[in-house]
């Protein structure tokens, strides 16, 4: 219902934090830089990268709970108290469910595989610009003692 607290409905005001939101932080605190950024640098590096994998997965994200928004729309609009439901509208009504359903699957499941990577990765400190030596290069093993045989 329109303006009810916690509904995910597209003409409410106060619409839930979506996965894809959620990601999308993850990823900025991770890298510390804002989404547009970050997927400008994965686009112009090669495939394969870390960066690549979680931005490409965030814009599937995207794409999944778009397509479900759009699919519970057309719902409501088969299922409206105003339309006469027919062979053919019960069609597109199971049609759209289906998309729905396959649409879940699929945001649930990329949400849970990037949820995943992130928890197991972690930002490290930037390199300091002076350079320890006594921490940077290992100390030296100690050389046996030179033994005598007859």
Same mark, same amino acid.
């Given at each position: 219902?329109? *303006?009810? +607290? *916690?509904?995910?409905?597209?003409?409410?005001?106060?619409?839930?934090?979506?996965?894809?939101?959620?990601?999308?932080?993850?990823?900025?605190?991770?890298? *510390?830089?804002?989404?547009?950024?970050?997927?400008?640098?994965?686009?112009?590096?090669?495939?394969?990268?870390?960066?690549?994998?979680?931005?490409?997965?965030?814009?599937? /994200?995207?794409? %999944?709970?778009?397509?479900?928004?759009?699919?519970?729309?057309?719902?409501?609009?088969? $299922?409206?108290? @105003?339309? @006469?439901? *027919? +062979?053919?509208?019960?069609?597109?009504? /199971?049609?759209?469910?289906?998309?729905?359903?396959?649409?879940?699957?699929?945001?649930?499941?990329?949400?849970?595989?990037?949820? %995943?990577?992130?928890?197991?990765?972690?930002?490290? #400190?930037? #390199?300091?610009? %002076?350079?320890?030596?006594?921490?940077?290069?290992?100390? +030296?093993?100690? @050389?046996?003692? $030179?033994?005598?045989?007859?």
């Amino acid at each position: 219902m329109p *303006g009810r +607290r *916690g509904s995910a409905d597209c003409e409410s005001p106060r619409l839930p934090h979506t996965t894809s939101e959620t990601i999308a932080e993850r990823i900025e605190n991770l890298y *510390g830089q804002p989404m547009a950024a970050l997927e400008a640098h994965a686009d112009s590096q090669p495939a394969g990268a870390m960066l690549a994998a979680l931005t490409s997965s965030h814009s599937d /994200l995207q794409f %999944a709970e778009r397509n479900i928004t759009f699919q519970l729309q057309r719902l409501r609009e088969l $299922a409206s108290p @105003e339309r @006469e439901i *027919g +062979r053919f509208e019960a069609g597109h009504l /199971l049609d759209c469910a289906r998309r729905i359903a396959e649409s879940v699957a699929t945001r649930d499941a990329h949400a849970k595989t990037v949820s %995943a990577v992130l928890a197991s990765l972690h930002r490290t #400190p930037a #390199p300091s610009t %002076a350079v320890d030596l006594t921490t940077s290069v290992p100390p +030296r093993p100690m @050389e046996p003692a $030179a033994t005598h045989t007859r």
